[in-house]
């Protein structure tokens, strides 16, 4: 069974910085795409970022894009988003995803329009205040 425990959201100031953590288990596939999606209130899901396992390639929504950084320890088979001059638009529940197609993922994270990801953790709260 797959699992993706979040941790590291919190509350921050505008400017500052939060890093997630997202521990994955369970799972065996020899491709995939695992990053992180988030969900602000009243609005639809979205990517944010991703990173390819067949080349460690990594990918960005432009909202996003030179402020946030993700990575992974595959020794710990743990990925991280670190998250910098974080703003008002940034906070949203933040969920670690993993999907088979590596493709698909990559679509939804780099044109903003969600439509499916095969495996989800429980998400964790970012909430940034002005």
């Known amino acids: 069974e797959v699992q993706l425990v979040e941790s590291g959201g919190g509350l921050v100031q505008v400017g500052g910085s939060l890093r997630l953590s997202c521990a994955a288990s369970?799972?065996?596939?020899?491709?995939?795409?695992i990053g992180w999606f988030r969900q602000a209130p009243g609005k639809e899901r979205e990517g944010v970022s991703c990173?390819?396992?067949?080349?460690?390639?990594?990918y960005y929504a432009d909202s996003v894009e030179g402020r946030f950084t993700i990575s992974s320890d595959n020794a710990k088979n743990t990925v991280y988003l670190q998250m910098n001059d974080l703003k008002p638009e940034d906070t949203a529940v933040y969920y670690c995803v993993l999907d088979r197609s590596i493709t698909h993922t990559i679509v939804q994270v780099t044109t903003g329009l969600y439509t499916s990801m095969d495996y989800w953790g429980k998400g964790t709260l970012v909430t940034v205040s002005s």
């Open positions: 990173i390819s396992s067949s080349d460690d390639s990594t």
């Open positions: 369970g799972f065996t596939f020899d491709d995939y795409a």
